[in-house]
């Protein structure tokens, strides 16, 4: 009897050389490790999490540091320093020569909070919201509907933080590519703590903006809000936008990275609340991360599943959005491109003579 060869879970097995010297080369057969290395994904990213909540990358300096020294500045048994920071070196983020250990230039840039741009509000939002969110994927992925517990107040703050942080260029953009020059009064739905409408009202002094969110989001966009020079042109309204009387009179309505959050159903039911609330020659404003059918951006592709878990929503594609538009009284103007994977659709209400 001929031994079978052993399979193994977490080796990839021996390669196959040459039949012959001048024969053809037998294709290699397949291996676990991308199956392993997907699945065990999670503890990887937990051990990112832990590293950024702890202070790691900030702890290393430019010439590195050892593990003692890592453990001292992070407040962690050596043991534990050690075994965090030889993960972040299997991801590549921490690079270690035997002796010190030293930020990977992405982790120095973004993680260590002397870089250009600060990701660890975003890692904060991933462990303490969008990691147990997760845990019930199951459920989400078969009924369609959301699966997010409550928020408290330290994970409300994690949230929004976070989308500020994505969002911020995309509202710089959105401020840039279309003239509220015409417009007086904006309505920002979905608001959180102003992150779209403070661009847009540095950018246009003649505006002011109502900021509209759930009362809980309103609370901690206050906080945000009240230091910033813009604060006296921005009022506050804490309301459910499906549930509760919606503002009249703005003239431009922005409603960003909202759409993605809900069911088309619930979609048309928002844009036909808006159609009856806005002045009659206002505009609409849809900013989100539209999906491309052809070549979707990776971040459509893991926003579909973070959406479904947060609320039972997706990520849409623009011909999707004139569809809603065409029944709740809208007229579809424009697609503008942002820089990916962003877009703004701008649309207009249909006169109620016409509908």
């Keep these: 009897m001929v031994d079978q060869p052993v399979r193994r879970v977490f080796t990839p097995p ?32 937990k051990a990112l999490f832990v590293a950024a909540e702890v202070g ?29 920071a030889d993960l972040m070196v299997a991801t590549g983020l ?9 930020n990977a230039p992405d982790a120095e840039a973004f993680l260590a909070g002397r870089g250009p741009l600060d990701l660890r509000s975003m890692l904060r939002y991933w462990d303490t919201v969008s990691y147990p969110t997760w845990t ?12 997010r517990a409550e928020l408290d107040g330290a994970q409300t703050q994690a949230y ?28 920002d739905v979905g608001g959180g703590i102003g992150t779209f409408a403070r661009p847009i009202l540095r950018a246009f002094p003649q505006l002011t903006a109502t900021l509209l969110d759930l009362p ?25 936008v499906f549930v509760d009387p919606l503002p009249e009179g703005h003239d431009a309505v922005v409603v960003a990275n909202f759409l993605h959050l809900f069911s088309p159903e619930r979609n048309i039911e928002l844009l036909t609340r808006l159609r009856a609330a806005v002045a009659p020659e206002g ?6 991360w539209w999906r491309d059918p052809v070549a979707p951006h990776p971040a459509t592709r ?54």
């Design 302 to 355: 893991l926003g579909a599943g973070e959406f479904l878990m947060i609320s039972g929503g997706d990520t849409y594609e623009a011909a999707d959005v004139a569809r809603w538009l065409e029944v709740s009284g809208w007229r579809f103007v424009a697609h503008l491109p942002l820089p990916p994977p962003s877009g703004l659709i701008v649309a207009e209400p249909v006169p109620e003579p016409e509908r």
């Design 94 to 102: 921490l690079e270690h020569d035997g002796q010190r250990y030293r």
């Design 136 to 147: 019930r994927a199951s459920t989400a992925f078969r009924t369609r509907e959301g699966v």
């Design 283 to 288: 505009r609409l404003l849809l900013v989100d």
């Design 216 to 240: 809980e989001v309103v609370e901690v966009a206050r906080e945000e809000v009240s230091g910033d020079p813009l604060a006296d042109r921005i009022e506050l309204r804490g309301a459910d």
């Design 56 to 84: 790691l990358f900030a702890a290393v300096p430019g010439e590195g540091a050892s593990a003692r020294t890592i453990a001292e500045r992070c407040e962690l048994p050596e043991r534990s320093a050690r075994a965090l």
């Design 160 to 187: 929004e933080s976070a989308v500020a942080l994505v969002t911020a260029e995309t509202a710089a953009d959105v401020a840039a590519a279309y003239d509220f020059g015409t417009h007086r009064r904006v309505l």
């Design 14 to 45: 021996p390669q196959p050389g040459l039949s012959g010297s001048d024969g053809p080369t037998t294709p290699p057969p397949p291996d676990p490790v991308r199956i392993t290395g997907v699945a065990s994904g999670f503890m990887t990213a």
